[in-house]
C-alpha cells in the first residue's frame, strides 16, 4: 500500500481551509486537516513545498514512523506550522488504514470507552440578557454544556462574543482588525455574568469560560477564586501558555478547574503542566496537536495525572479534524469535554461527512475510516481569501494578547 499522490487543497467556504488528500496505489484516500487560522498559506507551502515529494513511494501502513520520519527528520521540531503539517499526514494515514482495516477510526483506537461524546456550545452575546437568551436557546436543543462569554462595559469588542450564534473571529482582508481590552473592567464584570446564568438556569448545566490569555497570574488567581462561588466546569487559558509555572500561582489560590492547551503543538508543550497537575483538562486537538497520534500520546500523559481531555473544537478546526477528534474522545479514557462550534452550511458542503449531533451529544462516523471528505470540485468554488486573527491593545494602546 504505497502512496502514490499527495495534494493539498486550498478553499474558503465561509472561512479558509488547508486539507491533505493523499491517495494510495490501491486506491485508497485519506485526508488530513491542514489548517492554521489565518497562516494558512505557511502550511500549504510546507506540505507542498516540502512533504509531498517525502511522501510519494512510502508505505502508507507504516504510521507511526512516518510521524517520526518527519518530525525527527525536520531537524526543527516542533511549532505549529511544522506539527499541522504532520498532522495533517498523520490524519490521513489513519484514514487510509481504518479505509484498509473496514473499521472506524476509533476501533483502531481500542474500541468505544463510550457511548457518545459530551460536547460544549457557545452564548457569547454583548449583554448578559441576551447571553441568558443564548443559552435558553442551547438548553432547548440539548446541550448539558455551555460556555459563556459577555460583552465588557466599555470595550467596544472583545473575543468571543459573536454575530448572531455564529462565531467567526478571523476577518478576511488585508490586515488584521484590532480589539482593545482592560483587565481591570473585565475583572470587575465577569462575576455578574455567572450571577445571572446560575439564577437564571441553576447548578445543572455545566458553565466554562475563556479568558484567551489575557490575565497575569495573580488575576487569574483572583477571577478563579471570584467564580468559585458558580462551579465552573472549567476556566480557560487564562494566562498566556507559554510560561508553565506560572500555573502555580493560579493553583495556589482557587480550586476552579483550568484548561489549556488549544495553542499547544507538542507534548513538550503540555508536560510540566500535565506532571505538576497545573490543569485539569488538556486543550490539544488533532490539527495542531500533531495528529491522531501525538495526541493520543499528550492523552495518555494526561491520564496518569488525572487531567482530561477538552480538545479544541473552533470553526477553524475543518470538519476533517472534527471528525479525526471524536474518533479519538470516544475512545481514550479521559474523555473529558469536546468543543463544538458547527461549520456554516457553504463548509460542512465542501466536507460531506457522517459524523451527527444529537441532544448534547455528537457521534463519530461508522464508515470505515474517518468517515469525513472532501468534494474538490465544491472545494475549486471558494478560492483562498486572505483572512486576519484580530490583534489586542490596551486601553493605553500597548500590544496585548488576543
Ligand atoms: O483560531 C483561534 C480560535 O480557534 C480560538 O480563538 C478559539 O479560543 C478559542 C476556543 O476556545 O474555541
Ligand atoms: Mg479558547
Not at 42 to 71: M, P
Not at 117 to 127: E, I, L, P
Request: contains cysteine; glycine residues 10%.
Amino acid at each position: 500500500m504505497r502512496i502514490v499522490d499527495a495534494k493539498v487543497i486550498v478553499t474558503c467556504p465561509d472561512r479558509n481551509f488547508v486539507t491533505l488528500r493523499l491517495t494510495t496505489d490501491d486506491g485508497l484516500t485519506g485526508v488530513g486537516d491542514a489548517t492554521l487560522n489565518g497562516r494558512e498559506l505557511a502550511v500549504a507551502s510546507y506540505l507542498e513545498d516540502h512533504l509531498c515529494q517525502l511522501l510519494i513511494g512510502r508505505d502508507a501502513s507504516r504510521i507511526e514512523d512516518t510521524w517520526q520520519y518527519l518530525y525527527k527528520g525536520a531537524y526543527w521540531r516542533r511549532g505549529p506550522v511544522t506539527m499541522t503539517a504532520i498532522a495533517a499526514v498523520d490524519t490521513a494515514l489513519w484514514d487510509i488504514k481504518g479505509k484498509a482495516a473496514g473499521m472506524p477510526v476509533y476501533q483502531l483506537l481500542g474500541g468505544r470507552s463510550r457511548d457518545a461524546v459530551t460536547v460544549y456550545g457557545h452564548a457569547g452575546s454583548a449583554t448578559v440578557s441576551d447571553v441568558l437568551e443564548e443559552v435558553a436557546g442551547l438548553l432547548g436543543r440539548g446541550y448539558r454544556a455551555v460556555r459563556v462569554q459577555v460583552g465588557v462595559p466599555g470595550l467596544e469588542k472583545i473575543y468571543g462574543v459573536g454575530r448572531g450564534g455564529f462565531y467567526e473571529p478571523a476577518t478576511a482582508g488585508a490586515r488584521p482588525d484590532e480589539e482593545s481590552w482592560s483587565t481591570a473592567k473585565y475583572l470587575n464584570f465577569v462575576p455578574e455574568l455567572f450571577a445571572a446564568v446560575r439564577d437564571g438556569f441553576g447548578y445543572d448545566v455545566h458553565l466554562l469560560h475563556d479568558v484567551h490569555h489575557r490575565l497575569t497570574p495573580i488575576e487569574a488567581a483572583r477571577l478563579g477564586k471570584a467564580l468559585e462561588p458558580y462551579g465552573l466546569f472549567w476556566l480557560e487559558d487564562p494566562i498566556s501558555e507559554e510560561l508553565q509555572e506560572g500555573f502555580r500561582l493560579i493553583r495556589r489560590h482557587t480550586t476552579t478547574p483550568i484548561a489549556v492547551g488549544e495553542v499547544y503543538n507538542s507534548i513538550w508543550d503540555c508536560r510540566q503542566l500535565i506532571t505538576e497537575q497545573l490543569i485539569d483538562y488538556i486543550r490539544m486537538d488533532v490539527v495542531h496537536g500533531g495528529g491522531i497520534t501525538h495526541l493520543r500520546r499528550v492523552f495518555d500523559l494526561a491520564a496518569l495525572y488525572h487531567v482530561r481531555t477538552g480538545s479544541h473544537g473552533a470553526t477553524d478546526l475543518s470538519p476533517v479534524c472534527l471528525a479525526a477528534g471524536l474518533h479519538v474522545d470516544v475512545a481514550v479514557p479521559n474523555f473529558g469535554i469536546q468543543e463544538y462550534m458547527p461549520h456554516t452550511d457553504a463548509t460542512n458542503a465542501v466536507f460531506p461527512h457522517s459524523y451527527r449531533f444529537e441532544d448534547g451529544l455528537m457521534y463519530p462516523s461508522e464508515e470505515p475510516g474517518l468517515g469525513v471528505d472532501i468534494d474538490e470540485e465544491a472545494a475549486a468554488e471558494y478560492p483562498y481569501r486572505q483572512a486576519y486573527l484580530p490583534v489586542n491593545r490596551l486601553e493605553d494602546g500597548s500590544m496585548h494578547d488576543w
